[in-house]
């Protein structure tokens, strides 16, 4: 389960077969497939969507039959997402949208992503933004730490949460919707989120351990 937008599940796929773990699509949930079935669920009869991302979530959007307008001033949902091309004219045409009324989901809200030698500005920096802007909250969060995410988690695996381990490296993202939800949260110390954080943070895992191949013996 990612919230990373600009991945597409199957290149979830692809490496974890790679790695030596036999995985199908339907073994991945992002955060693109996340918004993708609640806008579907939502949009009435002519409702269009303002995307603001990478080619991926474009791509699971329009898998799930979600129609795309290139104008902001004519949609009624604006998707805000982790886009590397981000200008300022793309912040404008978010702003003018919120202010007409448009509805603003954001598909995560990780303030930074984890890349090797270091971290970048994820969706989180886009929303603070648009909140500074517009002087107030986005409508929706839809990935992790939302409800919504932990409800398409549970559904997907077909499981109630009280028996779902959460297993992440984000205080703020994995740990806190699995508290929330009612999950067995567990920590990786392999990520962004350190032992002195956690033991700082209001989000306390259940488990704290060094890497995946300790979960086995929890």
Not at 44 to 61: H, Q, S
Not at 66 to 88: C, H, M, N
Not at 121 to 143: C, H, K, M
């Amino acid at each position: 389960m990612s919230n990373k937008p600009i991945a597409t599940r199957k290149s979830y796929v692809d490496k974890l077969n790679q790695m030596g773990i036999p995985a199908v699509l339907d073994d991945v949930l992002n955060s693109s497939q996340i918004v993708a079935e609640y806008l579907r669920s939502r949009l009435k009869p002519g409702e269009r969507v303002f995307v603001i991302g990478e080619e991926p979530i474009f791509r699971e959007l329009e898998e799930h039959g979600i129609p795309i307008s290139e104008d902001s001033g004519k949609a009624e949902y604006v998707v805000l997402s982790w886009d590397r091309q981000f200008t300022y004219d793309k912040l404008n045409s978010v702003y003018q949208a919120a202010v007409r009324g448009s509805v603003i989901i954001a598909s995560n809200p990780d303030a930074t992503c984890p890349l090797d030698g270091g971290q970048i500005p994820d969706t989180g920096t886009f929303i603070a933004a648009l909140e500074v802007a517009t002087g107030r909250s986005i409508d929706l969060v839809v990935g992790k730490p939302s409800l919504i995410a932990a409800e398409a988690a549970a559904r997907h695996l077909g499981m109630p949460y009280k028996d779902c381990f959460m297993v992440g490296d984000r205080l703020e993202t994995d740990i806190r919707m699995a508290n929330e939800a009612g999950m067995t949260s567990v920590l990786v110390l392999t990520g962004v989120s350190t032992k002195e954080m956690a033991e700082q943070s209001p989000y306390k895992p259940h488990y704290v351990v060094p890497s995946i191949k300790e979960i086995v013996n929890l």
